[in-house]
């Protein structure tokens, strides 16, 4: 093995384990257990059927669900919040669902999946829940009718 193709081989493992490990500036969010990120309350959640039920997630003003292409949850993402140029919250999920403790308005969301990326603008209202769905093109598989009908109505509300 050469010089040069030990370290092209460095730097694509360098490059993997960046697009899959969360960075130093985010947080690492424990499953279901409210979580202070740069003054930000937030917490990591839906993994189970009773967490739609769960009592305190309601006076979380914004939901952030990760799909893949069919409406399946995804879990193990970067979430970043933003407000114009500044960043409010940089977190790591293992679940498909952040819910976060904000001030009122508009934010910029994104969030990074396996090296994909989606950004979407998603607002916290003063009262009640806001949502947001971030979608990724290229992951999941397929799911059932049943799931997808229970996404939909998930995030009509």
């Known amino acids: 093995m050469t010089r040069?193709?030990?370290r092209n081989?460095?730097?694509i493992l360098a490059i993997a384990l960046l697009m899959t490990a969360p960075t130093a500036a985010q947080t690492l969010l424990p499953v279901n257990e409210p979580t202070s990120v740069n003054g930000v309350t937030a917490v990591c959640t839906g993994i189970g059927s009773d967490q739609d039920a769960h009592p305190e997630w309601q006076a979380f003003p914004l939901k952030i669900v990760v799909v893949g292409k069919e409406g399946q949850y995804l879990a193990d993402a970067d979430i970043t919040l933003a407000q114009g140029k500044k960043t409010v919250a940089a977190m790591h999920c293992d679940a498909p669902w952040v819910l976060v403790k904000l001030a009122p308005g508009r934010y910029r969301v994104s969030?990074?999946?396996n090296g994909e990326v989606v950004v979407q603008t998603a607002t916290a209202p003063a009262k009640g829940q806001g949502s947001v769905i971030l979608r990724f093109a290229n992951r999941g598989g397929v799911v059932s009718p049943e799931h997808t009908q229970a996404l939909k109505d998930?995030?009509?509300q």
């Open 4 to 6: 040069s193709s030990m």
């Open 9 to 11: 081989g460095t730097a």
């Open 111 to 113: 969030a990074s999946h």
């Open 154 to 156: 998930d995030t009509a």
